[in-house]
């Protein structure tokens, strides 16, 4: 066992979270898709700062106005202020886990992108006692992330995800799920999604050298069928947190 690492009973009674996991990929790649089956399965809170920000938007609030604005050019948001909402979830989490709601830790989805972002989650665990478990890069060749990206819809309605060569009811407007309108992501029409995949090799990249550092990072294919990817990662998970004897 590694020294300091403490028993899921230790973690249980001191109300401290056993697990924190990053889901590391490019765009496209399948974090959000992953991270929908792990959370529940494993007791983790998702904690994707994409959604925070649609959510935000959703809510018509002039922070929402100025956010659209950065998410539909395929910008990232400034550092403060997705750090300071990052926080402010973490602390929302910490008193979940007091009420003893059975959350086990926290599943990182687009969070952290910059190195900021990094060493300020840093930060924040580290003020809890705390520390990231383990990293998992989603692994996918750039010409699968293109076509991926160019071809997603979305349901305004009920969020449901298509994409135009999987499911041929994507190309219409209107969801078959819900009625609600079928669009495409402004973020995933081809300049933005250039911005976003450079941006991505300019400053979230180099964070897989820095968990690497930390010998806390797996990379996982990510170019195969969605249970596939789901069963790698979950044995990275349970291997690294029971290597940790939090299990
Ligand atoms: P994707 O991973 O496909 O970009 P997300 O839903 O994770 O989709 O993010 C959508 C957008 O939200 C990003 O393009 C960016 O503008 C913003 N965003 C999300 N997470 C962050 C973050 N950690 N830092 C800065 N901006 C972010």
Redesign the pocket.
């Known amino acids: 066992m590694e020294t300091g690492a403490c028993s899921a009973q230790d973690a249980r009674t001191s109300g401290i979270f056993p697990v924190h996991v990053i889901l590391m990929g490019a765009?496209?790649s399948g974090?959000?898709t992953q991270a929908a089956l792990l959370g529940p399965e494993l007791k983790l809170a998702r904690i994707?700062?994409?959604?925070m920000?649609?959510a935000e938007i959703g809510s018509g609030s002039p922070l929402g106005v100025e956010l659209r604005a950065?998410?539909d050019r395929?910008?990232?948001?400034p550092d403060d202020l997705?750090n300071s909402i990052v926080r402010g979830r973490i602390a929302h989490l910490v008193e979940t886990r007091a009420n003893g709601e059975g959350v086990e830790g926290a599943l990182f989805?687009?969070?952290?992108?910059?190195d900021a972002?990094a060493r300020a989650l840093d930060d924040i665990l580290a003020d809890l006692h705390e520390t990231v478990t383990s990293v998992i890069e989603i692994d996918v060749p750039r010409d699968v992330l293109i076509r991926r990206l160019s071809g997603r819809r979305i349901c305004v309605g009920c969020g449901a995800v298509t994409h135009v060569e999987s499911s041929p009811s994507s190309g219409e407007v209107i969801c078959d799920r819900c009625g609600g309108q079928v669009i495409q992501r402004e973020?995933d029409k081809p300049d933005a999604i250039s911005r976003?995949l450079a941006l991505y090799d300019q400053e979230t990249a180099p964070l897989l050298d820095y968990y690497a550092s930390q010998g806390k990072l797996t990379q996982v294919d990510g170019d195969r069928a969605i249970d596939d990817v789901h069963v790698s990662i979950l044995a990275v998970i349970q291997l690294r947190t029971t290597a940790r004897g939090a299990v």
Do not use: S
Request: aromatic share 8%; hydrophobic share 25%.
């Open positions: 765009q496209g974090k959000g994707a700062t994409g959604d920000f649609r950065i998410l395929g910008d990232l948001v997705t989805d687009g969070f952290p992108r910059t972002q973020d976003r």
